[in-house]
């Protein structure tokens, strides 16, 4: 009854932030797992929803009932150190039975940031006739760009103005580069901050693994894989996430998951597989000496993940034909075709600053990988900061 009356007594025109709390939390620090307490605040607001509709059927009619509506209260969960949103609950008390009672709703970690994303896209979607459409999520999230995100992209570049008048550049160029410019801020510090890292995959939800961090960023940012892997333009197969089935069956059915499975586009889309790991997955094994003088063997890790993607091209091979018609989820032929001829791949892996010693680089390791992976056809080997670098160069040569 004291939380009913609190509820109810709380005013519409205001938000309410709770006092500290400090919570308890685990992180990684050097494999051992320790425990951390952390800052988290509750941000709350009360709306008064003045009527309820819902629609009836009562046998061929449809009609719309109209009732009384009920107050509501939005409550967001967050770290006060990031400023990250853990929870989101939407509540409100029935008081039907005599007794008021608490139902509610909970959106957690990408959750959230999809329901941001659906609510704030309504205003943006580009609606030209009466017919129904569909719109990719990537795209949607792209063109969300604030006038301040727009202005602070024309004072720090100010010959934008020129190059958009001589190039016809469009808005959608600008909300783009808005985009991808601050994600790639993300992508630094998930490189460098460790403590950062491991909040985000805090922030993931329980029993989420280091990969799966690198799995959801790149599937917002699937720009990354799309021109930072060789220069092709890669994208992901139509309305299908970046991670998919290949083998058991195929990709538009159940069995072996591969990272990523991109489409390398052209007049002809053949497929490409990317395995992802972690950059601080070691490339080379961990000893105090090499195998022999001034030579290092590759960690386990790397030649694990290596095998790993060798087999699962192998056994899509045998049970992919070298022609696929794209289906949709109810099972349609979308028009999409893709061809399996000895298909291309990558590992990401590391970093390359494992080769950094106190005075300079460590050349016996660091020939020892370059040769390892120069000689490795397929997949290719390619670094986390080598991939970084790479984004940076779209988003640069994109101004």
Known sequence: MEEYEIFQNKRTDKVYLSKLIEVQTRQIDNGEIQ??????????????????????????????????????????????DTRGVSTLQIQKYSVQSGS???????????????????????????????NKARFDDKFLEEIILTKEQALKIISEHPEIIKEIIENEITKKDIVNLGYRKKQLIIFEKLLHDEDY??????????????EDVWQEFFERNTWILGYGLDFVINSPLEDKKLEQVVSGHSFNSSGKRIDALLKRKGLINSLCF?????????LLKQIKRGYRPESWSASDDLAGGIVQVQKTVQKSIKG????????????????????????KSFLIIGMLDEFNGEFGINEDKFSSFELFRRNTLNPEILTFDELFERAKYIVKSSI
């Open 35 to 80: 425990e951390i307490t952390r800052p988290l605040r509750i941000l709350s607001k009360i709306i008064d929803v003045h009527e309820n509709h819902k629609f009836i059927k009562d046998g061929k009619e449809i009609s719309l009932r109209i009732t009384p509506g009920e107050r509501q209260e939005i409550k967001a969960k967050f770290y006060e």
């Open 100 to 130: 008021p009672h608490n139902t509610y709703f909970t959106f957690t970690g990408l959750e959230i940031e999809k329901l941001y994303y659906f609510v704030k896209n309504i205003a943006l979607l580009p609606i030209k006739d009466e």
């Open 197 to 210: 890292f491991l909040l985000s995959k805090d922030e993931l939800g329980p029993n989420k693994r280091n």
């Open 274 to 282: 990317v395995e992802i790991k972690t950059q601080r997955t070691p």
């Open 320 to 343: 992919i034909n070298t022609k696929i018609q794209i289906k949709n989820e109810m099972g349609d032929l979308t028009g999409e075709e893709l061809f399996l001829y000895q298909p």
